[in-house]
């Protein structure tokens, strides 16, 4: 696994400073540093150089307008820079669907034990999106309420087979290079699966699409 830079965004010192102190212990971590405010990030935040992999940790803040924009500009000093979200105890079902949009990569509770955390730490230093165990019945039981209105067609879309291991694909976490390593394609042929996708749900967001598989029956967490 490549040397793992781990920063955090948090407005609580006190638990910034309980995760370094258990980063420091940790060979293939390196506690990169700490942040209080995004602007800050911007500033400071540098490209992983060959062997590493920056890693972002925040807590979510229910309140906040967007992260969206915020990732976006992270990720263009960083195109591969993976992002964990910390979620208050307080966090209700629909902050966790609103954290899922983001675009982050990995969703915990502020609860997690420490072996948790470092289990999230490294599914998403290889690539691989993480999702709590303790958090998916929250998602599932969001997920249940419509997001938006039920379409009549919704129901009677009918998917190739192909497009149903796509959204699985999607919803296990997997991203597009590693789904087309899966089906055997190129990238470019699952960017174009995407698009077709897209065109016969009526729906432009990867985030949505999945969540839509997941509501009408054509996708699972898992």
């Known amino acids: 696994m490549p040397t793992v830079r781990v920063f955090t965004l948090m407005a609580q010192p006190l638990l910034q400073r309980g995760l370094q102190i258990l ?3 940790q060979p293939e971590y390196v506690y990169a540093g700490s942040f209080t405010h995004p602007d800050e990030v911007l500033r400071q935040m540098t ?3 060959p062997g590493e992999v920056n890693v972002l940790m925040l807590d979510f803040d229910p309140a906040a307008e967007s992260y969206r924009p915020f990732f976006s500009r992270l990720r263009k000093i960083d195109p591969d820079l993976r992002i964990l979200f910390l979620l208050h105890l307080r966090t209700t079902e629909s902050d966790v669907v609103r954290a899922l949009r983001t675009g982050a990569n990995g969703y915990l509770l502020q609860s997690v034990s420490e072996e948790g955390l470092l289990r999230a730490l490294g599914a998403i230093a290889q ?6 165990p303790h958090v998916t019945p929250m998602v599932l039981a969001e997920l249940r309420k419509p ?15 192909r497009e149903r291991m796509l959204l699985q694909l999607a919803a296990d976490g997997l991203s597009n290079t590693q789904i087309a390593d899966v089906l055997g394609l190129a990238e470019k042929t699952v960017r ?16 949505q699409a999945v969540l839509w598989a997941i509501r ?3 996708a699972q967490l898992r």
């Open 23 to 25: 980063i420091d212990t």
């Open 47 to 49: 490209p992983a150089q």
């Open 216 to 218: 009408t029956g054509n």
């Open 127 to 132: 690539g691989r999106s993480y999702l709590q």
């Open 192 to 207: 174009n699966m995407w698009s077709a996708l897209f065109a016969k749900i009526g729906i432009n967001d990867r985030t």
């Open 147 to 161: 997001l938006y209105p039920m379409r009549e067609w919704d129901a009677h879309v009918e998917l190739a087979e």
